[in-house]
Each structure stands twice: as structure tokens, then as C-alpha cells.
């Protein structure tokens, strides 16, 4: 599959104008960020660029917000050079380090993940991935459910990207573990990113939120955007026990979460916490 990297250069504005367009952008199908002083890039399959809704979404921006692009394809084979170049190693609350295979291990630390992210999105780098992984890796914590820890429970890892949530999961003890994205690229490297791990009890599907009828999941991860997570939250509900929990991110706590909080507690799942990470949310929820 070939990608593209849209350059997008900002004049102007604030951080969460800046923000709110990349919630837009993944709404067109970018999956993946990148900040680069003055703006930022995005990625996202070449067969999915639409120049005339981009074109749209851009002189749509706030007055005094200006943003100017450029876009170039990038063939598969030159795709390693452009994430190595900006892969570096980073350690979730002090217990689990993430690196990619050509950095070096660091067996100190408790839990190891290796990410190889090829054109998938979620290396942890992104503050919604890095606040995912804080509520998993603090769900022996986790008050108001009858599902106390991941050992031994189902997980649902939807729109897995590169499948880190899942293999963190499964490095606590999850089984078995469902993770589902609607980008072959990313199912693949899910499947890759196990591998790598010497996880065996992550099963991939491509699809969206239809491939979870008629299964049912003690938790469920969902690290998307509001849109999608608002249409989604039924099917989410349908899939959970009394007692199961939601972890969801992709939004922003200003402008999204109570109305995501509102939408949820009409499908009997009940907010309990949030985490802010700048603009950027994640909450927890428990089906009652």
C-alpha cells in the first residue's frame, strides 16, 4: 500500500486550533501525526487523499488561523527511513519501555514493548496512546467493577493500530484478546508487532465496529476520535458484561467529553474518570 505525507505548515492560531484540525484530518482518513516546529505531517493511504475535502477543511479554519500544505507520496520501501528517523525510545509511568527493534533492550525495566510501526498509528508517542497505556497498565487499581485486573480477562482493541495496546494488555495477562482495525496495514503489523513480543493470544481482524456482534469483552480499549467513538458506543455497550470497562481516547476533554459522557450513560455505561494530557483526553467507563 502506498502513502502520503501531507506537509502542513500553520500561520497563526493557538495549540488547539492546531489540535482540533488534526481531529478533522483523521476524520479524512489520516491515521498517523507527526510535529514539526511549524506545523506538522500528516500520513494517511494514498488511495484515501482527497484533495477537494482537504481543500474544504482548510478554508473552513478559524480567521487568523492559516494553514498551507504540500503532499508527496512515499513508496513502501522508503517508509522505514521516515519512522526510524523519528522513532525514539519513551517509558510509560516508569514501568514499561517502549522501543522499536533497533534500539537497544532494556531488561530494568518490568514490561518491554517492541514496535515495529511500519505505516500503522500507535507507538505511544501520542499523548491519547500514552494515557491508554496509564489506565491499563493501573487497572489493578480499577474501582466500581466486578473485573478487578486484566489477568485472565477478554479485551477488545479497537482501531489496535500498531497493536501496542493489545500486546500490553496481553503482557499483563489478557486472554484472549480481539483487536480490530479497518486498515489491513494495521492488522498486519499488529500481527508482526506480537510476533515480535512472543505474544501468541492476539487474534486480528480487519473490519470496524460490525465484527464485535454476538461477542462480548471484559474490557474494551478504544483509542479513535469522538465521532467515530459516539457511533460506536452502542455496539461497545451491547459487547460488555455488567461490570465491564470502557478505556476510550481521541478526544478532547474541553470540547468532547461531556457530550461523549452524555451519549454513554444513554447505552448503561457509567463515567467514572478522566486523564488530560494538555487539550487531549481519555476516560474511563463501566457498563451497569
Not at 502520503?4 to 497563526?12: D, N
Not at 500486546?167 to 510476533?195: R, Y
Request: charged letters at 20%; a negative charge; one cysteine or more.
Amino acid at each position: 500500500m502506498r502513502y502520503c505525507e501531507v506537509i502542513f505548515t500553520c500561520r497563526g492560531g493557538e495549540d488547539w486550533q492546531k489540535d482540533l484540525l488534526i481531529q478533522d484530518l483523521a476524520a479524512l482518513g489520516f491515521d498517523s501525526f507527526e510535529d514539526n516546529g511549524d506545523g506538522f505531517k500528516g500520513y494517511l493511504p494514498a488511495a484515501q487523499f482527497d484533495a477537494a475535502a482537504l481543500d474544504q477543511l482548510l478554508i473552513g479554519q478559524p480567521m487568523g488561523f492559516l494553514v498551507d500544505y504540500e503532499c508527496r507520496e512515499i513508496k513502501p520501501e522508503n517508509w522505514n527511513k521516515v519512522w526510524e528517523s523519528n522513532f525514539s525510545p519513551l517509558t510509560i509511568a516508569d514501568r514499561c519501555h517502549v522501543r522499536a527493534t533497533f534500539h537497544e533492550a532494556r531488561p530494568d525495566y518490568p514490561l518491554e514493548i517492541v514496535i515495529d510501526p511500519k505505516m500503522a498509528f500507535g507507538t505511544g508517542h501520542h499523548q491519547t496512546t500514552a494515557m491508554m497505556m496509564k489506565y491499563i497498565l493501573n487497572l489493578k487499581n480499577l474501582q466500581g467493577s466486578s473485573v478487578k485486573n486484566l489477568q485472565g480477562s477478554s479485551v477488545l482493541d479497537m482501531g489496535c493500530g500498531t497493536g501496542i495496546l493489545a500486546i500490553l494488555a496481553a503482557k499483563l495477562g489478557a486472554n484472549p484478546i480481539l483487536a480490530i482495525d479497518n486498515d489491513p496495514v494495521c492488522t498486519e503489523s499488529t500481527q508482526e508487532n506480537a510476533q515480535l513480543n512472543n505474544i501468541q493470544n492476539i487474534f486480528t481482524k480487519t473490519g470496524s465496529v460490525e465484527s464485535i456482534d454476538g461477542k462480548s469483552f471484559d474490557f474494551i480499549f478504544a483509542n479513535i476520535n469522538r465521532n467515530i467513538l459516539l457511533e460506536h458506543l452502542a455496539s461497545y455497550s451491547n459487547a460488555m458484561k455488567i461490570g465491564s470497562v470502557l478505556l476510550i481516547s481521541g478526544f478532547y476533554e474541553k470540547n468532547d467529553l461531556e457530550i461523549i459522557r452524555n451519549q454513554a450513560l444513554t447505552f448503561g455505561l457509567e463515567y467514572e474518570n478522566h486523564q488530560t494530557d494538555g487539550e487531549w483526553a481519555s476516560a474511563q467507563f463501566i457498563k451497569k
